[in-house]
């Protein structure tokens, strides 16, 4: 039996290795796919603020095996040591990329193009990187074109991880720990604090949200944030503009007088009524401008003039004209009203909160506030980890915001 | 092939027949039991107060048959219609009763002993009814004593359901529909008039507690409302007692600042000083006489003088000396302080309030308020139908119900 | 002061009203409306098969809130007792009806034209209905045109509540009773007959699936019940196809290797791989063509010539170019699907089963399997009550009911 | 001004300090109790088998917030790097201990006395440890004397956590990641090969089980468990073995008809009636042997010999005789059975499965099945580490363990 030496490559790293976690997820990540690794150099930050810095040898059992495992050790910021320009090739047909593409995170990513280093733009994950001349960024599969240059292979590619600033470890600890159990006076008082910060500094704020927000009597504190400037985009469904203004034509929500919490009989009717309504007049703009709809969310959006798109749904009943019925065209449209937000609060709706944390850079903070702690959990599981998660009642939440910011 | 009839009984309600769904209850229950019914007589309730009255004959296969299906129909109010006294028998040792024993339900009872309908006194569920003289109550199985004249088969027994009043429909509609997609607001309206009238009747009310009322930030609030008055009674665990002293002491709820909502490194022993500061003072009392307790939900308790027990569980660190450590013993004390109650509200306590749900005649109600829908869906399913439940965060239910009722 | 009757009317109502408790939703429907009764004649069906009748003064404030009244009680079965032809007016432009369209339960209607009972085509709730000559079919708001002829106001519109067969009664008592206490394979043996004596009636079975089939191991059952003939139509969305093929190239499912359990490393590209394949070969159906997927639930579905359709939403990622991306014409191929199903199954997608149920008639059979309580509760709130709720473990749910229906 | 240095001490640790990220631990705590770090000596692990060492320099505001800092520092495996003997102190009084007393982690600890470092012994979490000759042990704070010598302050405790074996990669992950939406297969594999090996290792397995096993129907299966010799401990409540005997004499369980699944008329007072029975024939023990009870899980528990305790909790209808009402005496009895268990599996009960995590050293693997992923995060999240959640539903569980374990 001859002994053949392990494929092996030298990677490198350096950062808050140790703060973020990241050499524990290297190691266990080179462990988990059968390699090994050596470490050949590691410098330790001495303090707080002081990068660390490690190089190593990995080896895996074949060169496919090491060739994953490179693929697998680049999000967490890891690079070939050895320096190479990233990999190019030609898309042969559109909406279509070469197998061996290179698919996004969410993390800040640079590609190595003619011995330079460039950062990706509009980074987002579940992408392609695209390269054309000196820039590159990320393209959606669908919006590929035959001939766009794409990044393959692993070469070239450089990921820095967000840091998990220590500074900010009140924050983090929630992004762990999704409870009930909380008090959420604290949570509010340091999201209202985040919401004046990317105001004061020139930011904008999206809000995803569900009709959980009329329903449970939210929509007037809602309001007041618009009213006071802390909401630019309003990104939602059907539902939410169709519930409000159910409550705005006839009081109720569901058929639900909101006042006196209980049902009204007919009320089930009401949304149809108020559909009809708003179909009738055209649509939410000139309703609003023909003073058929007073009041509510869409009222005050209309006025303040904030950016809101409302995506469609298999479960529609309607819609109301105002709905993006093809998802392909409310996905571009969300994305582009999310671009450059500084920060996006997500209100009861996994559907369209999911929807928006596939399109968020790694560095955009969420805050996703659900009553269901397992809604909570399944935002921040894919990938968006810069997830806040509040569980509580969204209506009081929104009344407990709407104090702080704009009291009275 | 003879026909033999099937075995009959003639049986008897009156009330609100229809609208308390009495009348789909009973056809409901003869057929699941593979018998069937012939309606003799049916006068209904021309107007919203007047009562229905049914005679009916029901069948079943057989005798035995016939005997379960009799004793199903007396809780949904049928008695039988020949009168005829309840049979009695002696127990033939402690603790156990005869085989054919009566197990009540919380509704209404009466016992017809010596040809007089005589009330069951301390109502409950689970319990064999003992009469003595002219009285009949209801006994614990573990209180019996070998003589004690107990009340077993079908004869003799009239249930009076508890009537659904129409005009408590908006409370009657949410026991039905537990849901978190409510406007919390419009309950918590409801509760505090609830409570107003309670207290303006002369009734005391019940709180049952768990330790998230704390962790939640609720304990000011619930603070505001001992002082004020509305606090008769407080049954909770040990827990509560001693996360109440943590925050007091240590400014920490299991360990997590409450005010900047983080944790405290090193907080996760704070709960076990204060366990042993406690048990050092001699307990609650005593450290609240010495100054060792200075604020807090227990403490509030010992100055207005509320009736509270704690009741112990396998799951308790210490505990703290206050702590009934014996079941049988806290399910007794607990009977005792909710003797007479004219309302209780259950926070956040699955454990304890199924324990108290145990003990209430179904005409006290019960609120219910947990973030957790399957809790309140829970104590609602073990037939205390009259619960009403609010599925919220306890902490900002709190907030709400301290401002409603003592504003400032 | 001059008294002035209140304005009243006089409804009739037939049918199983005790049983199916519509007897207390009129009673109820008035108090609550502030109106009130007096039953002019009520018959009761002495045995479990007989009919009851009734016939009831019911009286309101005003003339507007009669009205109001008399619309709710419809859906109740009530029908104004003097018999007047359904009132019709045309809609003055396309996607709107006037002001006082009928919107539809998902309830057997009838309208009265030209003093003909005639009975409403492809019942469904939340539609207009449309006279044309002498028929009568629910039309969705956004497909009337104008000049066709929509059911207005309150007279000639009869409905007749799915009666809740009492030989159903262990069926009907889960519909009420979500609880994941429950051992599920009583469930499963009941759901199985449903199946078979679907099929043996010649009835089509339209399963409603989301990816978590895949995730929980669940596909290769599926797929056992596809090959056996138990799967005509199949509702799903993007993603279930999308971890299906994962599945079916690499193995793993979100990247979490099904085998092992284990998440794989890089795995969480895996699905966008997956998706370029299936897009490049043109879709699921060449890419079965050319051997490209050879397994799964979609290959099987291919082969077995099921009617599937994929509806996209927000949150997709890709979509396959097989995903129907404008929901309008989702919803009506959904709804085509749907057509003449005997049965319907819903498993773990909140998202597509609202959709599916807001598209069935009453008496079309929903199964509704999840693991979380709270779907299977909104599914049923939404009006849909033949929901038949199981709450488990899907993938094991598949285990069981594969080896009851197709054992080997 | 003068410049006055901040308090510092030197520590030290070893072991798989990236691995198990005590590394970051310890970082970030020191930053977040407002210290500071400076790192004197790091020397990494150079393969996945060798140690890591450090020794730092961590400084505080004052004297006081260092000691405290110590404190956290020390259940992270820190040691102050100068050696000296841990302090002791006499206890003043029983039951309590001196104020500044050690409180315990469940991980292995090491007192140094009189120059040796000794191991403690019943190692558990919210212990004193006390000193007697040259021995070391946990004892709770209930069970001290007057005159015990317990370890107080900071210096001369050592703590080893556990270390996160990453050949237990798989099994680990699922500790961080509690989702319905992954296959149980592969759970229940895993589970049953460690449950193989701890019984081939000569160890003892305890279940602690809540009445939900009756419930789902996996009574059957885990009768199946206990014949093989699989459950060694059985720590239940009250309700177990009442609804255990509840379906054993009436088919029952809390009146729903397990193989039908409809709930039998009259049925919610079988459990009344068993109770009556056992507390009869004199308990579990004699109801077997005078043949009352022939099956059911404490048939089997008694016929097997399994070590089973029943403890009370204040909802206990009853109880059973066999019933340990004390809940100190209960949680005695409990750590007594556990003493030297391998392997603890807790099956959908919260309550008895934080009683038992509570006693639990650090080392002894615990898995969690509830089919709510709260339980099993909140029993994750109370310093249980090594728990492993599994969220499907009980009965299917145990349907397919028992299928691995015991086929046939």
Known sequence: MSIVPAPSAVV??????????????????????????????????????EFSHVTMKVSAPSEPALAALLETLIPLGCHVAAEQDALVRAADRDRCAPDDFYSTTNQRTEVRVDGRW??????????????????????????????DRVVCGLTGIRVTPEFRDRARAG????????????????????????????????????????????HTGGAAYFSRLIRAGYVDVLLAGNA????????????TSLG??????????????????????????????????????HSGVMVECVRAGV?????????DDGPIVDTVTDIIAAQDRYAAALDGVGM?????????????GNMLAAWVPVVCVDINPAVVTKLADRGSSQTIGVVTDVGLFLHQLAGQLVPG
């Open 307 to 315: 950016d809101y798109v409302l995506a469609g749904s298999v479960r």
């Open 171 to 214: 924050f983090t600890f929630m992004t762990n720990d999704v409870s009930s159990e909380r008090r959420v006076g604290a949570s509010v008082a340091r999201i209202a604090r985040m919401m004046r910060d990317t105001k004061a500094a020139g930011g904008r704020i999206a809000f995803v949200a569900g009709p959980v927000v009329v």
């Open 12 to 49: 490198a790293a350096e950062g808050h290795l140790i703060d973020s976690q990241l050499m524990t997820a290297i190691f266990d990540t080179v462990i988990e796919r059968g390699g090994a690794f050596e470490v050949l150099h590691f410098e330790i930050g001495r303090t707080n603020t």
């Open 240 to 251: 939410l503009a169709v519930h409000d203004a159910e409550l705005a034509l006839f009081g």
């Open 256 to 293: 639900v007088d909101l006042e006196a919490g209980a049902p009204v009989s007919g009320g089930h009717r009401h949304h149809m009524r108020a559909i009809n309504i708003i179909n009738r007049a055209g649509g939410i703009g000139p309703a609003v401008a023909a003073g058929v709809l």
């Open 344 to 356: 996006t609060i997500v209100l009861s709706t996994m559907l369209h909160g999911i929807g928006v």
């Open 118 to 147: 460039v950062a990706v733009e509009r980074q987002r994950m579940d992408a392609a990187i695209v390269v054309e001349s000196d820039r590159a960024r990320c393209r959606k599969l669908r919006d590929l074109q035959a001939g």
